[in-house]
């Protein structure tokens, strides 16, 4: 059954038109008509039952016929810090992070990392970057849509990071995962292509993060994510 995200709120009854994307994929991609049954999720936790109405040319509406909370949440909150990597690379980054559980992605501005946006280029960028993560929340039946933030500087991230588990991956002088008291939010950093620098691995530990090694080879900028995150929901989360 096709699942979608709706930014709109859903209470049952109501009728929504669907934005052009979710409805060209239905009716020209599915070929699905008037009557057909679906999912709909709000981004907010929130998930409805729902049945095509009308599946015009301009317009594509659906009937909510039933809103119940979602269910796969993770019961650890993952902020993820993601240094920006090129072409395809950070969208694979962020579309396994979200199936994986992660509750929040900043993408990052570091020192050896080679991508910079600005202005309009960066504000495309961020729009399809969520909705790489709205994709695959469609995908892993998730309700709730991590944000992805505007990209910061390394340093202006590591500065905000409260969570009680702070790690960033680092070969060269980390650790494996400790056992420790499951925490309900942590944060994890991960490097550019080239990794991060002395300055980069200084200012992490400043703000209280511990590296973290996953073994002796070494990952790519859009590996590692998957492999820590894997790690820290099994230790600490719902795999």
Not at 128 to 137: D, E, K, L, N
Request: glycine share 8%.
């Amino acid at each position: 059954m096709p699942r979608l995200y709706v930014p709109a709120r859903l209470e049952s009854g109501a009728e929504l038109t669907l934005p052009e994307g979710s409805a060209r994929h239905l009716t020209r991609v599915l070929r699905l008509g008037p009557g057909a049954p679906l999912v709909l999720f709000d981004g907010e936790g929130a998930e409805a039952g729902a049945r095509l109405v009308e599946a015009a040319r301009k317009q594509t509406r659906v009937r909510v016929e039933a809103v119940w909370p979602g269910r796969f949440e993770s019961p650890l909150a993952v902020h993820l810090g993601q240094a920006i990597s090129k072409g395809d690379r950070m969208d694979y980054a962020i579309q396994k992070a979200v199936e994986l559980g992660v509750a929040a992605i900043t993408p990052l501005y570091t020192p050896r990392g080679d991508v910079r946006l600005k202005g309009e280029r960066e504000a495309k960028k961020l729009a399809h970057w969520q909705a790489v993560a709205a994709s695959a929340c469609e995908q892993c039946g998730r309700a709730t849509l991590p944000p992805v933030h505007p990209p910061q500087r390394l340093g202006d991230w590591l500065e905000a990071r409260d969570e009680p588990l702070r790690l960033m991956l680092h070969p060269a002088t980390g650790s494996a995962l400790a056992a420790a008291e499951a925490p309900a939010t942590a944060a994890l950093l991960i490097g550019p292509e080239g990794g991060l620098s002395a300055e980069d691995v200084a200012a992490a530990e400043a703000a209280r993060f511990a590296p973290l090694t996953l073994g002796p080879r070494i990952l790519r900028t859009e590996t590692a994510p998957v492999a820590a995150l894997a790690l820290l929901q099994y230790c600490f989360g719902d795999l």
